[in-house]
Nanobody, 133 residues
Framework: QVQPVESGGASVQPGGSLRLSCAASGLTLDYYRIAWFRRAPGKEREAVSCITDRDTQTLYADSVKDRFTISTDNARNTVFLQMNGLKPEATGVYYC??????????????????????????WGQGTQVTVSS
């Protein structure tokens, strides 16, 4: 089990950029996969992006795939979400979540799809992103 901690949320104008960070030690000890979710005002939480263990395969929601980029640092202590060309619709609370796969290449969350939200078991507290003019 890990405890993700998000940071980097801020208020920006439309078209601006932000980089969110998700820090969590021990991600390399097991086959952890990391996802970013967001909850817009009045809407359900939705998956935005995720990255897999070891081979760092990525998935993106269609609404962000050409503007957002998920990545990790070399030690895989931190997962980033680079957000460019921000639109007002991107406003919401962004959460980092972790899934512990039983082994590498396990066909579960972030391999073929985001999976069920409940499968992402370890969650951060969230960080607010506001895109407004």
């Amino acid at each position: 089990q890990v405890q993700p901690v998000e940071s980097g949320g801020a208020s920006v104008q439309p078209g601006g950029s932000l980089r969110l960070s998700c820090a969590a030690s021990g991600l390399t000890l097991d086959y952890y996969r990391i996802a970013w979710f967001r909850r817009a005002p009045g809407k359900e939480r939705e998956a935005v992006s995720c990255i897999t263990d070891r081979d760092t395969q990525t998935l993106y929601a269609d609404s962000v795939k050409d503007r957002f980029t998920i990545s990790t640092d070399n030690a895989r202590n931190t997962v980033f979400l680079q957000m460019n060309g921000l639109k007002p619709e991107a406003t919401g609370v962004y959460y980092c979540a972790a899934y512990r796969a039983p082994h590498f290449s396990f066909l579960g969350p972030c391999r073929g799809g985001f999976g069920r939200e409940a499968e992402w078991e370890d969650w951060g507290q969230g960080t607010q992103v506001t895109v407004s003019s």
